[in-house]
């Protein structure tokens, strides 16, 4: 699916996605990534799902953003408890969804200019 965006002013939108890839201003990525609207980290050193765990975030910890738009890969996937109860003791908001409304949903909040970050499987 193409994604557009009216206005990113220099930003890091999301301009696609499918089966196994995002697009981040029309270049393609297949690997785990994490993206906001000033910094790309990809390939994100991301384990396979099942071993995820809070210290895997530690690059976007970094970034500083007050929400996380994580997409779990093709299935809605809740990643384990302790990852979620870090992320509400480190005061920062923790949306989980599937890649695809991942995407979307990320867009929309950087267009209007929400401190968001996406970590994405792909």
Known sequence: MKLHL???SGQNAITGHGSGYVQINHIRF???LIVTAE???SPWAAPSFEVL???DFSALLTL???LVVFGSGVRFRFPATPILAAFSQAR???EVMDTAAACRT???LMSEGRNVAAALYV
């Open 6 to 8: 009216h206005d990113a």
């Open 92 to 94: 920062i908001g923790f």
């Open 30 to 32: 297949a690997s785990p």
């Open 64 to 66: 500083k953003p007050a």
């Open 39 to 41: 910094t790309l980290i």
């Open 53 to 55: 765990s809070f210290a």
């Open 106 to 108: 990320y867009n929309v």
